[in-house]
């Protein structure tokens, strides 16, 4: 079974950048598309991109101009990068696979908390 | 974009009962909508998917139906375990949406 843990800063100050990455076990990268998601009190459940194991992504146009996203088959890692930040962009960021590009979200990593504050 | 509803917002229910939670859609999804399960400091689980399809090890007590702009979770024999925050997603258009959730109290 696929298993995926979150890591990142924690804090981060406001303009700043994030940079977040996902690690994936039990599992090859070329299996799934690879979906950040992120959850804040304000704003819910909120869907940021996803990222193919060939590197095609695709990103909500609410944050498409902060947003870049790899990944190291190598490692078996993804990246997730944010600029510009404010203190609306604190949120527990998730990683979750889907089969294909529009799908549920079946695997979930735990999460990793980030808040934007000076 | 689609705008998702949840209804209601907020469920209390006495063990061994039955819970019924609704979500709306803006425009139709056709099926492509899934039901996630959160607890505190836990991430969502998903539970259904395609409207109706349980997710691995998903106990039958739980059910989906709907198609379209509407759809139902079902609870059956509620356990304590049960209470948790429930979201439905849409992911029949871009970008993926999900709604505001239902919180279940298990009385």
Same mark, same amino acid.
């Given at each position: ?7 990142? $800063?924690?804090?981060? &100050? $406001? +303009? ?18 690879? #979906?950040?998601?992120?959850?804040? $009190?304000? &704003?819910? *459940? ?13 990103? #909500? +146009? ?6 870049? =996203?790899?990944?190291?088959?190598? &490692? #078996?890692?993804? +990246?997730? +990068? *944010? ?29 990793? =908390? ?5 | 974009?689609? /705008? ?11 063990? /061994?009962?039955? %819970? ?22 836990? %991430? ?5 998917? %395609? ?12 059910? /989906?139906?709907?198609? /379209? ?39």
């Amino acid at each position: 079974q696929v298993q995926l843990q979150e890591s990142g $800063p924690g804090l981060v &100050k $406001p +303009s700043e950048t994030l940079s977040l990455t996902c690690t994936v076990s039990g599992g090859s990268i070329s299996d799934y598309y690879w #979906n950040w998601i992120r959850q804040s $009190p304000g &704003k819910g *459940l909120e869907w940021i991109g996803y990222i193919s194991h060939r590197e095609t992504t695709k990103l #909500n +146009s609410s944050l498409k101009s902060r947003v870049t =996203m790899s990944v190291d088959t190598s &490692k #078996n890692q993804l +990246s997730l +990068s *944010l600029t510009s930040l404010t203190a609306a962009d604190t949120a527990i960021y998730y990683c979750a696979t889907t089969s294909w590009s529009l799908d549920a979200f079946h695997i979930w990593g735990q999460g990793t =908390m980030v808040t934007v504050s000076s | 974009e689609v /705008g998702m509803t949840q209804s209601p917002a907020t469920l209390s229910v006495s063990p /061994g009962e039955r %819970a019924t939670l609704s979500c709306r859609a803006s425009q139709s999804v056709s099926r492509n909508l899934a039901w996630y399960q959160q607890k505190p400091g836990q %991430a969502p689980r998903l539970l259904i998917y %395609a409207a109706s399809t349980r997710g691995a090890t998903i106990p039958d007590r739980f059910s /989906g139906s709907g198609s /379209g702009t509407d759809f139902t979770l079902t609870i059956n024999s509620l356990q304590s375990e049960d209470s948790a925050v429930y979201y439905c997603q849409q992911y029949n258009n871009w970008p993926p949406a999900f709604g505001p959730g239902t919180k279940l109290d298990i009385k």
